[in-house]
T-cell receptor, first 114, second 111 residues
Framework: DTEVTQTPKHLVMGMTNKKSLKCEQH?????MYWYKQKAKKPPELMFV???????INESVPSRFSPECPNSSLLNLHLHALQPEDSALYLC?????????????FGSGTQLSVL | KNEVEQSPQNLTAQEGEFITINCSYS?????LHWLQQHPGGGIVSLFM???GKKKHGRLIATINIQEKHSSLHITASHPRDSAVYIC?????????????FGKGTHLIIQP
């Protein structure tokens, strides 16, 4: 199994809603990543988890809250988002998080904030 | 932080043409990634290379570490090759810090 599975594929939410994005992999990878991608732009790193511990937070607003409950799962909790947060949210994983490792990406969640 | 430059930004070609996409970066790296993204989102890793040349089907990737430059070639291009091709390098730092991406090359192959 070389897949990274993201759910839901599409999400529409209001600015007062609370929702969560889910990412799952069963490749035994110990590093997992959240990226945000605006239309026609490259992905931007948001968070990195290494061995279930948050190792990098790229100055992301607190309305985005990541969680790594176990080595296979990565969640992104959303609360009080703004319309400018509408984007494609991509999850990725790699073996242990060393430099130069191949990243495996999910298909993304297309988020629209109304 | 590593700066990644890709060219061209947009490329339209006819089916069968030989395609070249270029990537240059500013800081020495352990490996460079070529990625493909189709409309609708998901990113697929095409190559990860640290030296020389790799080939997979009609795709060839080369890298020159001394010149900090890599190229992706597509031979006998086909409309299904239409996608955004992204060059990426490890972000600065020693650990699990993900990738720094180029802005991508939007490739359209016309039948």
């Amino acid at each position: 199994d070389t897949e990274v599975t993201q759910t839901p594929k599409h999400l529409v939410m209001g600015m007062t809603n609370k929702k969560s994005l889910k990412c799952e992999q069963h490749m035994g990878h110990r590093a997992m990543y959240w990226y945000k991608q605006k239309a026609k732009k490259p992905p931007e790193l948001m968070f990195v988890y290494s061995y279930e511990k948050l190792s990098i937070n790229e100055s992301v607003p607190s309305r985005f809250s990541p969680e790594c409950p176990n080595s296979s799962l990565l969640n992104l909790h959303l609360h009080a988002l703004q319309p400018e947060d509408s984007a494609l949210y991509l999850c990725a994983s790699s073996q242990v998080g060393g430099r130069g490792e191949k990243l495996f990406f999910g298909s993304g969640t297309q988020l629209s904030v109304l | 932080k590593n700066e990644v430059e890709q060219s061209p930004q947009n490329l339209t070609a006819q089916e069968g043409e030989f395609i070249t996409i270029n990537c240059s970066y500013s800081v020495g790296i352990s490996a460079l990634h070529w990625l493909q993204q189709h409309p609708g989102g998901g990113i697929v890793s095409l190559f990860m290379l640290s030296s020389g040349k790799k080939k997979h089907g009609r795709l060839i990737a080369t890298i020159n570490i001394q010149e900090k430059h890599s190229s992706l070639h597509i031979t006998a291009s086909h409309p299904r090759d239409s996608a955004v091709y992204i060059c990426a390098v490890p972000s600065s730092g020693g650990g699990a810090d993900g990738l720094t991406f180029g802005k991508g090359t939007h490739l359209i192959i016309q039948p």
